[in-house]
């Protein structure tokens, strides 16, 4: 049990300190950047408190925020997805997704990614609509969405796999 506390603490503070200090100051085509603190909310465990995910989210967001100097849009972006991380997780891996050792295992390659894309997309569009704050400015919207989701995936793929690895 403490040990596995231990790891989500290392991963919330893993994942703002890269953000802060490497990801927000690289900007692809001078615009977009990969939102790498995602990797939070994607690693944490199925089998841990809804509760503690939605507050420690919170808590990354406003961190975030206050770190980068957005108008909240970090806070109700991971606030939203890990809400709704339950239903991606069920949708994801199925009826099967309630266990485990079903989601863990190796031969659900395809159902990993389709579960992080899912949560990339739903918090790119939250915090993007959020930072815009006007159905007016939708195609900034979604090509904001798109291509940092694409780059967000790119990233945290790349990453998992290394933290499989270990």
């Known amino acids: ?3 596995d506390n231990f790891e989500l603490i290392k991963y919330f503070f893993i994942a703002i300190i890269f953000q802060v200090i490497f990801f927000e100051s690289w900007r692809f085509l001078g615009y977009f950047n990969p939102f790498f603190y995602l990797i939070y909310i994607v690693l944490y465990r199925f089998d841990r408190s809804q509760i503690k995910l939605i507050i420690s989210s919170f808590f990354l967001g406003l ?3 206050l770190l980068t100097g957005s108008p909240g849009s970090h806070t109700v972006a991971c606030t939203v997805t890990s809400y709704l991380r339950p239903l991606l997780v069920n949708f994801s891996f199925g009826v099967s997704g309630n266990t485990i050792s ?3 295992s190796k031969n659900k390659n395809e159902n990993r990614f389709l579960f992080t894309g899912l949560i990339i997309l739903i918090h790119h569009f939250t915090y993007f609509l959020t930072s815009y704050f006007s159905l ?3 195609l900034n919207i979604l090509k904001s969405t798109f291509i940092n989701s694409f780059l967000s995936f790119i990233v945290l793929t790349i990453s998992i796999g290394f933290i499989n690895k270990k």
Request: no cysteine; hydrophobic share 65%; aromatic share 8%.
């Open 1 to 3: 049990m403490l040990n």
């Open 63 to 65: 961190i975030l925020d």
């Open 102 to 104: 079903s989601i863990l």
């Open 136 to 138: 007016l400015a939708y």
